[in-house]
Every structure is written in C-alpha cells, then in structure tokens.
C-alpha cells in the first residue's frame, strides 16, 4: 500500500488512549456493489498507517539515503546509513540537526563516524614494513592491516575473527564497535563485506536492512506469523489499531500477535488482565475463599459438610486439632449452649469473624472476576470459530454453487459475514476485559452494558444466520432470500459494532 487510506478514526487524535483508528474496510469481495458495509461518519479520517513489504522498505531506505546523501554531499550510502541509524531513522530531525554547521563534528563523533574516509589507509613507505598486531601480538606486514577511520589497526585475521563472532550476535550485530578500548567508532557495512564470508555478510545485510523497521519509532513489523510486511505510522507512541496487508490487525503499541487488536480495552486493561490470569496470587485469594487455617497447625481446610465440628485430620498431614468452623475455637469449649453442632454464638465477637469478612470480599471479587472471564473465553472460542469459518468459505461458497446454481459473485456475501463476525467477536472478547475495569473509567455503566448487550445480540444472530444449514435452505428462492437477509444483517451488526465503540470512545 503505497498511499494512506480511508479508515475509520477519532476525531480527537491526540496520541492518547482511545484515539484511533477502528473498524475495517471490506471490498467487493466482501460484498456486492449494492449491499456494502457501512462505515462509521464519526469516525473517520484518512487512514494513518502504511503497509510495505520487504521490497518497499529497501526502496524507501535507499531514497532516504539517497536524499540526504544529495542534500548534504555526504560520500557514501554507508556512512549517511550509519548516520540514520544513530537517528533511528528520523530524516526530519536528523536534517534539523545537522544543517547546523557547529553541530556536524559533534554529531559525526556520537554517531561513531571519526570521517566519511571508511579506511585509514597507510603511507606507501608503511605497507611492507612490520607490523604487530594488539590483538594477537603476531608480527605481519602493513598490507596484511586494517583500520578504519579511528586509526586504530590490527591484522586482517583479528578483524575476520571479531567480526565473524560478532554476526553470531545476530541483531546487534550492526552496533559493533572499533576493538579498541572505549572506542566509539562503528564498524560499516563495507568492513564486514570485506570480512566475512558471504553467508555470514547476508545475516549482517538482512539485520542492517531490517534495523529501517527495527530501529525506527514509527514502523514495526507485523507480528502475524510468517507475515515479513512492515507498518509504518504517523506518530511516536501510538496506541491504535492497525490492519496488516495479510489481514492481521493488532495494537501498534503491544505488538503482539496473541493479543492483537484489543479495542475497546485499553494497553493498560490488556496488561492488568494479562497478570490476572497469570499470577499466582490467584490461587492463593481461592484459597483465601474457600479455605480455613487449623487454629492449630495452620493446615489449609475445605469445609465439605454442614456441621461447625471440624477435625484436622492427620491422615491427611493435619494434627488432629477438633475447632469450631465458624469462631475457630476449641470445640471442647462449644455445645449446646454455643449453638449446637450448626450454629456459634462466639462466632460474632471472635476475630475470626473480621477473617471470614475478609474472605468475603474476597470471594466477591472471584465471582466477579470468574463472571467476566467466562465470557471473555466465549467470545475468544467463537472467535477463533469464526475465523476457521473465514478460512473455509471458498469450500462453501462452492457447494452453494452447485446445489442452488448460482453465479459465484452471489456467494461473496460470505466473505463479509465472516470477517464482520471476527471484528465482532474480538471486540467483544475485549469488552469484558474493558467492562473488568470499568470502574475506572468515564463511561456510564448502564450504557456499556446496554450497548454491549445489543452488539451481543445481534452478533449471535448473524452468527445462527451464516451457520444455516444447507440442508434447511429448500431452493433457488430460498438461497437468495437467505442471502439478502445475511447481507442485510451483516450491514445493521457492523452499524451496532461502530456505534458501540463510539459511545466507548467518546466516554473517554
């Protein structure tokens, strides 16, 4: 994609949480020319992210160089990439900067470039004498040396060794420095061609052409496996979706193929979330909920009867301690004057009555949590069903061809049912990550839960409508008026789907 597209987008655009673009584009072979998938008015601006391959980032590094090489008279690729590099890319600043004569000798030295001389080259009178190498102290000819600008020499075995070892770093690779002590001078491109053997050359090569994506605030690579496009933005820092040429779209900011686009959370939900699921500290608030300690020995013990006489049992590593469930006291000092085997009337002045409140609250909170994780795994299931079913639409398209004979432009409805299905599910996966925490947020509770029920509903029912069986649809007619009502469909979920991350959007 060489120019920026349409694509839905906040109007706010200032770089926070919820500024954005959202939504996707559908062509014609998600729908027919008459039946396209609306896009929201509200949210919209010209898209500002840029898909490139491998190709189009080298085209687009060597124009860069290209033009800063012209701009300011610098002699060689090498030393302007190198220069770029320690700017991680940035033109505009490194232009700003450097169109500052005081300040080149200054920049030249922190980006590790003593000159655009790439060799220290030796006087005639030097290339047969002796020369003995810092590095392994062996005595070789002058012509058997090199050096690069810094002036600091060894032989051409030392530099081969050294930078063989230092492409097995793969990545920084291409930060590698003069051997010397404290010397900041970097080792370019034309040292390692001149070096290493041309397999070794293709892994610094391939490391140097990525370090365009790599090391540039604006551009990241698509995380979707064997996917090798690269994204370039319009801003530092952005935290919103983006659509991969392959298809994938995910948060700029996590970059990360198993969370991908993860609206209408925000970063920080997803993160919080993340270490939710995770932690350890789980296990122990469920043991906190449904466990009590041996007054005792402090043994962990889960209440499986109606009685208040609990006994630790040793067969199962207590020490045999008999307790009240409720006040946790000795069970030789309760009976029927305490409230018999079901009751304790110590139980309210005891202090383990501010441990059970404790533990209360603290079972509140699984429910809670466990209400909206079974409903973020739903929609992540049906998420990955309706993936599957994207996968294998062309399969069903055939079959509708055969059985109901229709043109195959008729079926291409079901591309864009299945795509409008994945947008659906993973919002709503990530609506209940959102709903999670929406105590912190500015967004009315009983609106998100209104809108997200709607969108629910809706996303249900074009999923039944896309799963009829083929075996219910009885004829030609009945294709067609199958058809024309998914279609239908498809454009009122993808209406609900925009106005549900509006409303989220706005209430930030």
């Known amino acids: 994609m060489g120019n920026y597209d349409e694509y839905p987008y906040d109007e706010g655009g200032d770089g926070g949480e919820g500024d954005g673009d959202y939504g996707g584009d559908y062509g014609e072979e998600g729908l027919d020319s008459s039946q396209s998938l609306p896009k929201s008015k509200k949210l919209k601006r010209s898209r500002s992210f840029e898909v490139l391959d491998i190709k189009k980032v080298e085209s687009q590094t060597d124009s860069i160089l290209n033009e800063i090489m012209e701009m300011f008279g610098i002699p060689s690729k090498t030393a302007a990439s190198t220069l770029l590099r320690y700017y991680k890319w940035d033109k505009a600043r490194f232009i700003n900067d450097y169109s500052d004569d005081t300040k080149q000798d200054k920049i030249l030295q922190d980006a590790g470039v003593t000159s655009f001389e ?8 030097l290339i047969d004498k002796p020369f003995e190498c810092l590095i392994c102290l062996e005595e070789v000819s002058g012509r058997n040396t090199f050096a690069l600008s810094c002036g600091h020499r060894y032989c051409r075995d030392c530099w081969r060794a050294f930078l063989e070892v230092a492409i097995k770093s793969e990545a920084s690779c ?14 370019h491109e034309n040292a390692f061609q001149k070096f290493t053997t041309p397999a070794l050359y293709t892994i610094y090569e391939r490391q140097l052409s990525r370090s365009m994506v790599l090391e540039n ?20 820092n952005r935290r919103d979706p983006v659509v991969c040429d392959c298809g994938f779209a995910w948060c700029f900011m996590c970059s990360d193929y198993e969370i991908g686009d993860h609206t209408p959370a925000t970063c920080q939900d997803v993160e919080s979330w993340k270490r939710k699921a995770t932690d350890e500290s789980e296990n122990v608030k469920w043991m906190i909920a449904n466990t009590k300690k041996c007054p005792a020995c402090k043994s962990s013990i889960e209440k499986n009867g109606g009685c208040m006489h609990m006994t630790c049992r040793k067969e199962a590593g207590g020490c045999g301690f008999e307790f009240c469930w409720l006040c946790r006291g000795d069970w030789k000092e309760h009976g029927s004057s305490t409230g018999g085997y079901y009751n304790c009337n110590k139980y309210d002045a005891s202090a383990a009555k501010v441990e059970d409140d404790t533990a209360s609250k603290t079972k509140s909170e699984l429910d809670r949590y466990r209400f909206f994780y079974t409903r973020y795994e739903a929609h992540r299931d049906a998420l990955k069903i309706a993936s599957k079913q994207r996968q294998e639409t062309e399969q069903k398209a055939e079959e509708y061809t055969k059985a109901f004979r229709v043109r195959k432009e008729d079926t291409t409805f079901l591309i864009g049912a299945t795509e409008q299905l994945i947008l659906n599910r993973g919002i709503l996966k990530n609506s209940y990550i959102y709903g999670y925490f929406l105590s912190t947020k500015a967004v009315p509770k009983d609106l998100f839960e209104f809108s997200q029920e709607e969108l629910e509903k809706h996303t249900n029912h074009l999923s039944e409508l896309y799963e009829k069986p083929i075996a219910n649809i009885p004829s030609y007619d009945g294709f067609m008026s199958w058809r024309s009502e998914t279609i239908k469909y498809t454009t009122i979920v993808a209406n609900f789907r925009d106005k549900f991350v509006e409303a989220i959007v706005k209430g930030h």
């Open 118 to 125: 790439l060799e220290k080259t030796l006087d005639d009178d």
């Open 217 to 236: 605030s604006v551009a990241k690579f698509c995380p979707a496996p064997n996917c090798d496009n690269s994204i370039f933005v319009d801003r530092e």
């Open 174 to 187: 291409i930060w590698t420095r003069c051997p010397y002590p404290k010397c900041n001078e970097l080792v």
